[in-house]
T-cell receptor, first 109, second 113 residues
Framework: KNEVEQSPQNLTAQEGEFITINCSYSVGISALHWLQQHPGGGIVSLFM???GKKKHGRLIATINIQEKHSSLHITASHPRDSAVYIC???????????FGQGTRLTINP | DSGVTQTPKHLITATGQRVTLRCSPR?????VYWYQQSLDQGLQFLIQYYNGEERAKGNILERFSAQQFPDLHSELNLSSLELGDSALYFC????????????FGSGTQLSVL
C-alpha cells in the first residue's frame, strides 16, 4: 500500500460541476501539498496546509489530521482546470515529500 | 512563470552516457530540490540542497549526484545512463530549509535511447 493514495485516478466532468479529489495518507505528517500539473508538464503548487482549510479563488483544500485525509475541491469547474492534481505529504521529522499517483481531471465544455 | 529556470528542456542521449541538468532557483530562494517523474513511479524526491549543503536525500541512485554552487544554482549529474532513467526531471526551490511552498521549474525531459 502506498503511503499516499489519491482517488479517483481519473475524473471527467462537465463545465460548471463541483469537483472533489481525495487524498489519504498513512503516516503522521507535518504538511500536505496539493500540486497541479498541466498537459505541458509544468507543475504549480496550489496549497500547502497542515490543518483546517485554505481557499484560493475557486479552489478549496481541506485536511483532517485525525482521519489522515485531505480533499481538494473545485467550484464552478472550467475546461482550463483540466490537469493532473497531485497530493504530496511531508512526514513528521522528515524532509522529503512523498507523492500520490495523481488524479487526472478532464472538464468538458 | 515560477522564476525557476531549468535547462535544457529536452535531452536525448544514449545508454552509458553522462548528462548534466541545470537549475537556477527563484531569486532569494536558498533551497533547491530535484525530483524525477516517470510513468511507472510517478514523482519521486531525489535530493535537496540548502545554501550549498546537502540537506536531505531521497531515492537518488549512486550513479546520480548533485551539487549547489555559491551562486545557488544547482546541477544534477546523471552517469552510466540506462533506459530506465528516461524521465522528466524537475527542480524546485523554496526560501528556507524546510519544504514550504515550492516553486517548480518547467522540467527537463530526458530520453535515453
Amino acid at each position: 500500500k502506498n503511503e499516499v493514495e489519491q482517488s479517483p485516478q481519473n475524473l471527467t466532468a462537465q463545465e460548471g460541476e463541483f469537483i472533489t479529489i481525495n487524498c489519504s495518507y498513512s503516516v503522521g505528517i507535518s504538511a500536505l501539498h496539493w500540486l497541479q500539473q498541466h498537459p505541458g508538464g509544468g507543475i504549480v503548487s496550489l496549497f500547502m496546509l497542515s490543518s483546517g482549510k485554505k481557499k484560493h479563488g475557486r479552489l478549496i483544500a481541506t485536511i483532517n489530521i485525525q482521519e489522515k485525509h485531505s480533499s481538494l475541491h473545485i467550484t464552478a469547474s472550467h475546461p482550463r482546470d483540466s490537469a493532473v492534481y497531485i497530493c504530496a505529504v511531508r512526514g513528521q521529522g522528515a524532509q522529503k515529500l512523498v507523492f500520490g499517483q495523481g488524479t487526472r481531471l478532464t472538464i468538458n465544455p | 512563470d515560477s522564476g525557476v529556470t531549468q535547462t535544457p528542456k529536452h535531452l536525448i542521449t544514449a545508454t552509458g552516457q553522462r548528462v548534466t541538468l541545470r537549475c537556477s532557483p527563484r531569486s532569494g530562494d536558498l533551497s533547491v530540490y530535484w525530483y524525477q517523474q516517470s510513468l511507472d513511479q510517478g514523482l519521486q524526491f531525489l535530493i535537496q540542497y540548502y545554501n550549498g549543503e546537502e540537506r536531505a536525500k531521497g531515492n537518488i541512485l549512486e550513479r546520480f549526484s548533485a551539487q549547489q554552487f555559491p551562486d545557488l544554482h544547482s546541477e544534477l549529474n546523471l552517469s552510466s545512463l540506462e533506459l530506465g532513467d528516461s524521465a522528466l526531471y524537475f527542480c524546485a526551490s523554496s526560501p528556507g530549509p524546510d519544504q514550504g511552498k515550492l516553486f517548480f521549474g518547467s522540467g527537463t525531459q530526458l530520453s535515453v535511447l
